[in-house]
């Protein structure tokens, strides 16, 4: 049974930082692609960053350009587990956090893409 879990959101100031970290058990995480995306009550699930499969030591990463230069999206395989460096937060990047992954060659910023989902963890900046 394939499990996502997110952790390490919570409350903070405007210019704190955050790292939001997403588990993966029932399957082998370096073979799959994964995603973050945020929501925010009423609105659509929106795309922050993903990162590829890893292929020798590099990888490939994507952001949205709302959060390029201040998130970072880095995984560990050897932990099953990838990471979001959140920086510089700011009150408009307060939403559930979900990580989703898919076992596809290429990342993809579609939601609809992603296979497996995580329950979600939420981000409040105050200002």
């Known amino acids: 049974q394939v499990q996502l879990v997110e952790s390490g959101g919570g409350l903070v100031q405007a210019g704190d930082s955050l790292r939001l970290s997403c588990a993966a058990s029932?399957?082998?995480?370096?073979?799959?692609?994964v995603g973050w995306f945020r929501q925010t009550p009423g609105t659509e699930r929106e795309f922050v960053a993903a990162?590829?499969?890893?292929?020798?030591?590099?990888?490939?990463?994507d952001y949205a350009d709302s959060v390029n230069g201040r998130f970072t999206i880095s995984r560990d395989n050897a932990k099953n587990t990838v990471y979001l460096q959140m920086n510089s937060l700011k009150p408009e990047d307060t939403a559930v956090y979900y990580c989703?992954?898919?076992?596809?060659?290429?990342?993809?910023?579609?939601?609809?893409?992603?296979?497996?989902w995580g329950q979600g963890t939420q981000v409040t900046v105050s200002s």
């Open positions: 990162i590829s499969l890893t292929g020798s030591s590099t990888y490939y990463a």
């Open positions: 989703a992954t898919d076992r596809r060659a290429y990342i993809t910023r579609t939601s609809g893409l992603y296979h497996y």
């Open positions: 029932g399957l082998t995480f370096s073979t799959y692609i």
